[in-house]
């Protein structure tokens, strides 16, 4: 086994630490007070072409693979998980399931836009009573001629004001269960779709999270993503590349506030001497160093296999288990070593440990990865 990162692979990290440090650091803290859209920060991301990397160049991409990917996303988590949210949701659900199940029209027409960041994506499946259950669709898109007529309301949705391209999963046949439901291509600014306020979260409140309503928008039939039927795999196999991205994102997290333990402990000072000189901070420490690695492990694993073109769900599952329980342990630990420090906005731990739990929320709950993992080992 070759854990030895490539030249690529290191380049990639190294320019995404730096972006982290010198365009996402410096006001971070004001943007999570007031629940600020990092726009100038996305803005900049995409110029470095963080928001297509995996994308084929000929459709603008970087043509880079996932390994690389969940590198860059690590470092940005580091620093912003609102900002690392927005690219993760761009490159793992909108411009992967594009490119994969995409027709060369909408490609051309979508995915070139995308791949540059010139326009966000955002990728609605949960609904007010489904939650992330592909199965239990209420949204409708029922046939008239050339278009389909879309009713119902998302929520949850990523980048749900600032995306100007949204894949839609929506039931066309409610008869035939998941076997009916289909994916479609929705832009902003059509008849009837209207976002709905901002959420106010207690973590990433940075990312805009809203809730959608669809009322009879008309959406060509260019624009479903392949044939009746195919949304439930669809989500499901966008969903496997998904959760790689947010075990990145966790892991990313849960390395941010160790690396901000580590340096708070040779700075602070009790009973005469470093606090981590004592042997209780070192404790913890090596506890939390190990939890990472461990996580990023199986994060890197997740990623190699799905380059690789193996069956990667299961591996990707227990990567978004582990990685984020690790991101809530360890951020959990990071506020305590810093200790009433720990519990104000200056010393940034607080804000990564609210941010870590979204990580066991999103891409499916701890139970449904469970869920994943013990199909993968009960064929």
């Given at each position: 086994?070759?854990?030895?990162?490539?030249?690529?692979?290191?380049?990639?990290?190294?320019?995404?630490?730096?972006?982290?440090?010198?365009?996402?650091?410096?006001?971070?803290?004001?943007r999570?007070?007031?629940?600020?859209?990092?726009?100038?920060q996305?803005k900049?991301?995409?110029?470095?072409?963080?928001?297509g990397?995996?994308?084929?160049?000929?459709?603008?991409?970087g043509?880079m693979?996932?390994?690389?990917?969940?590198?860059?996303?690590?470092?940005?988590?580091?620093i912003?998980?609102?900002?690392s949210?927005?690219?993760s949701?761009?490159?793992?659900?909108?411009?992967?399931?594009?490119?994969?199940?995409?027709?060369?029209?909408?490609?051309?027409?979508?995915?070139?836009?995308?791949?540059?960041?010139?326009?966000?994506?955002?990728?609605?499946?949960?609904?007010?009573?489904?939650g992330?259950?592909?199965?239990?669709?209420?949204?409708?898109?029922?046939?008239?001629?050339d278009?389909?007529?879309?009713?119902?309301t998302?929520?949850?949705?990523?980048?749900?004001?600032?995306?100007?391209?949204?894949?839609?999963?929506?039931?066309?046949?409610?008869?035939?269960?998941?076997?009916?439901?289909?994916?479609?291509?929705?832009?902003?600014?059509w008849?009837?779709?209207?976002?709905?306020?901002?959420?106010?979260?207690?973590?990433?409140?940075?990312?805009?999270?809203?809730?959608?309503?669809?009322?009879?928008?008309?959406?060509?039939?260019?624009?479903?993503?392949?044939?009746?039927?195919?949304?439930?795999?669809?989500?499901?196999?966008?969903?496997?590349?998904?959760?790689?991205?947010?075990?990145?994102?966790?892991?990313?997290?849960?390395?941010?506030?160790?690396?901000?333990?580590?340096?708070?402990?040779?700075?602070?000072?009790?009973?005469?001497?470093?606090?981590?000189?004592?042997?209780?901070?070192q404790?913890?420490?090596?506890?939390?160093?190990?939890?990472?690695?461990?996580?990023?492990?199986?994060?890197?694993?997740?990623?190699?296999?799905?380059?690789?073109?193996?069956?990667?769900?299961?591996?990707?599952?227990?990567?978004?288990?582990?990685?984020?329980?690790?991101?809530?342990?360890?951020?959990?630990?990071?506020?305590?070593?810093?200790?009433?420090?720990?519990?104000?906005?200056?010393?940034h731990?607080?804000?990564?440990?609210r941010?870590?739990?979204?990580?066991?929320?999103?891409?499916?709950?701890?139970?449904?990865?469970?869920?994943?993992?013990?199909?993968?080992?009960?064929?």
């Amino acid at each position: 086994m070759n854990f030895q990162l490539t030249e690529e692979h290191l380049a990639v990290q190294e320019a995404a630490r730096e972006f982290a440090n010198t365009e996402l650091l410096p006001g971070v803290i004001e943007r999570d007070t007031e629940a600020k859209f990092p726009t100038e920060q996305i803005k900049k991301m995409s110029e470095l072409g963080f928001m297509g990397m995996m994308v084929d160049p000929k459709y603008n991409g970087g043509g880079m693979d996932t390994i690389a990917y969940v590198l860059a996303m690590e470092e940005l988590s580091k620093i912003d998980a609102s900002a690392s949210v927005s690219m993760s949701v761009n490159n793992s659900l909108v411009c992967w399931g594009l490119e994969k199940y995409g027709t060369e029209e909408q490609k051309e027409k979508y995915l070139k836009k995308l791949a540059t960041g010139e326009v966000l994506g955002a990728f609605c499946l949960s609904e007010p009573e489904a939650g992330s259950d592909a199965t239990s669709q209420r949204t409708e898109a029922t046939k008239e001629g050339d278009y389909y007529i879309l009713n119902g309301t998302k929520n949850w949705i990523t980048n749900g004001s600032s995306a100007s391209v949204y894949l839609v999963i929506a039931q066309t046949d409610a008869s035939k269960g998941h076997k009916g439901i289909s994916v479609f291509i929705v832009e902003k600014g059509w008849e009837g779709f209207v976002i709905g306020k901002k959420e106010d979260k207690l973590g990433i409140r940075g990312s805009d999270t809203h809730s959608l309503m669809f009322t009879d928008v008309k959406v060509p039939a260019s624009n479903r993503i392949g044939e009746e039927g195919f949304g439930f795999n669809f989500a499901m196999e966008t969903l496997n590349g998904g959760r790689i991205g947010i075990a990145a994102q966790a892991l990313g997290i849960a390395a941010g506030a160790y690396e901000m333990s580590v340096a708070y402990s040779k700075e602070r000072k009790a009973f005469g001497k470093p606090i981590s000189q004592h042997q209780a901070i070192q404790f913890k420490l090596a506890d939390m160093a190990t939890q990472i690695e461990a996580a990023r492990m199986l994060v890197y694993k997740a990623a190699w296999l799905k380059d690789q073109g193996e069956d990667y769900a299961h591996a990707s599952a227990m990567a978004k288990l582990y990685a984020s329980e690790v991101a809530m342990n360890v951020t959990v630990e990071a506020v305590q070593v810093h200790g009433g420090y720990g519990y104000v906005k200056e010393y940034h731990v607080e804000r990564l440990m609210r941010d870590a739990k979204i990580t066991q929320i999103y891409e499916g709950t701890s139970e449904i990865q469970k869920i994943v993992i013990s199909r993968g080992l009960l064929k």
